[in-house]
């Protein structure tokens, strides 16, 4: 059945004939036709009946264009079928490390050394895409943080802004705090149920202005949570005659300490294996779905009535210059 977004708009159905009334009877106020004239007059009426026969059809024209102006106003429209989707009311930022220690080559995929940052395009890749009925953003941080992706149901952008962030995009040394603090901006005014921040880093908080304990505490006032990950493994590289930690930049303290703070989790991911078993984890820890009101599509039909508009307009034009 056609209904109508603005029904009330056909009590205007009857305007014209009472604009039409009102000049009508003004025009012919006072004036009286003598009888010799009348008798004129209506020979000249029986001789014009073909004018006045396209005189009604200019009338119907008219009534047709008035009555499909007002209904295109109206906007019809036809329900056509209801969708059921799931959401989760979650709202989630992931916020990943772009510094230049990213490009170390300690992680493998499918038995090929990859660079940090490739391993976890792959992986964190894989748990945007899985995360339907989530709406999910991106924060990326080196020296500086920026905002790849407001929060957005659509996983598949919110991916490809991820797989084309390159390293030092965003600066050579390591922004924690204010890539934090960018997150819980793009969450804080957000109306989901559950908020959480997934950041990953490889180093060292040693830029930006704002510390990553005062944006932890202010992310647990905000009731949300924050994961943290630690990524780099324990392999030991030659620098001169000494040998140190591939992960000897890692601040481990700060990220548990942030994780604590806002009751959140802290993870370790040394090998690839275990970034995944993490990404499976979170995703585990932040998911609960429900059912989403069911959403009733519309067939808008407004588009007819506007081609049937202009139609009638067109034919009026005709009929005048036919007149003329």
Request: aromatic residues 6%; proline residues 3%; glycine residues 8%.
């Amino acid at each position: 059945m056609i209904e109508f977004h603005w029904p009330w708009i056909f009590l205007l159905l009857p305007a014209p004939l009472f604009v039409l009334g009102i000049g009508s009877s003004d025009n012919n106020r006072g004036i009286e036709v003598p009888p010799k004239l009348q008798h004129g007059l209506s020979v000249a009426s029986a001789s014009t009946a073909a004018h006045r026969l396209s005189g009604i059809w200019r009338w119907l024209l008219l009534s047709i264009t008035w009555l499909c102006l007002l209904t295109a106003v109206a906007q019809p429209h036809k329900p056509e079928s209801t969708a059921l989707q799931t959401a989760s009311g979650r709202s989630m930022v992931i916020a990943a490390d772009l510094s230049e220690s990213m490009s170390k080559t300690d992680f493998t995929i499918d038995n090929n050394t990859v660079n940090r940052l490739a391993v976890v395009k792959t992986i964190a890749g894989r748990f945007i895409s899985g995360r339907s009925g989530d709406r999910l953003g991106l924060v990326l941080f080196g020296d500086e943080a920026f905002i790849g992706s407001a929060l957005s149901f659509d996983l598949k952008s919110v991916n490809d802004v991820l797989q084309s962030a390159g390293i030092g995009m965003a600066g050579k040394s390591t922004a924690i705090g204010d890539a934090l603090g960018l997150a819980i901006q793009v969450l804080r005014h957000d109306t989901a149920s559950e908020k959480a921040i997934i950041l990953l880093s490889d180093g060292t908080n040693l830029s930006g202005s704002a510390e990553p304990e005062d944006a932890a505490e202010l992310a647990a006032k905000l009731s949300i949570r924050v994961h943290t990950i630690g990524l780099g493994s324990d392999e030991n590289i030659s620098a001169g005659q000494l040998y140190l930690s591939s992960s000897a930049d890692l601040d481990e303290s700060t990220l548990q300490a942030i994780a604590e703070a806002s009751g959140g989790q802290f993870f370790r991911a040394r090998t690839t294996e275990e970034l995944q078993k993490i990404y499976s984890v979170l995703d585990e820890l932040e998911s609960t779905d429900e059912v989403a009101p069911p959403i009733v599509i519309h067939r808008d039909y407004r588009n007819l009535f506007i081609f049937a508009l202009l139609l009638t307009s067109l034919l009026l034009l005709a009929t005048r210059a036919v007149r003329l």
